[in-house]
């Protein structure tokens, strides 16, 4: 897959960098402005469901885990309350224009503490149906020092910290967590918001669900390489592998619910792009990449 790529110098250039924002908003009842979704409003678990807002696809899991754990079973590990600091809760995605949405529900902003603190891994993403992640869109600059929201063809992956970096069952069902070397094809804020949903699910008091975490993440679907994908296989975990939530999402050929909407206010990368190459800005030619694997 040869194609041209302006050099990323570009990115820094025109501003570029690592950039977290609050512009996701939570309505006093829970609702998250924007999606038409309220958090725990379904209890079910391990399940996918098409209709909780229009065009929005929902993976929930909250206080439940797809992997089972040694000791504790199907529940973010170590269990209880320290497990439930690690909970991936849910996962809402949706396509607006070009851009794939995703919408993380969890315990936790960025990192988590069970002995040692841990951080939140990169979004890793299969666009092409072949085993391995193809791009991965980073959530913290601190997991191998790539610019936070940066979305990158992956060249090698970050494997588990942590006691289940040593247990390969584990290890294998999660596969990397994080993207350590890439090239980034563009980038987008990451924007947060925190809520306090209280006991929705009347379970005991280690499992409330206060100081709520929301993250917005969004792909540029035009920035990968090739025909608009099908589908994309999507996964996030906690760096030790103690939960981990993804899936599969059929994305739709004509963009979804507001097709071409923009939602967030960053400049568009491509736009800075184009003002370079009208200056006789340079491109480097990129090679076939050896895709890594679980």
Known sequence: MKRWFIFTIVMAVFGVAANYATALSVSPSGEVVGWGVTPFVNNDNGVVVTDIAPGVTSYLQNDWAPINYPGVGNVPSPGGRTGEQFDLEEMHVRVVGDEMQFLLVA???????????????????????????????????????????GLYDIDTTRGLQGAYA??????????????????????????????????????????????????EFSVDLAAIDGPRPESIDFQIAWGCGNDVIGGTFDVPSGGGPGDGQQTNGVPEPATAMLGLIGMGGLAARVGRKTRPRR
């Open 107 to 149: 315990s936790s902003e960025y990192e988590a503490t069970a002995g040692a603190t841990y951080s939140l891994g990169d979004l890793m993403l299969n666009v092409d149906g072949v085993d391995g992640f193809d791009y991965g869109l980073v959530t913290l600059m601190g997991n191998a020092g790539l610019t936070a929201g």
């Open 166 to 215: 040593n247990n390969p069952t584990i290890a294998a069902e999660i596969g990397p967590w994080a993207v350590q070397t890439g090239m980034m094809v563009s980038q987008e804020d990451i924007d947060t918001a925190d809520h306090d949903y209280g006991n929705p699910n009347n379970r005991s008091r280690s499992w409330w669900e206060d100081n709520t975490t929301l993250y």
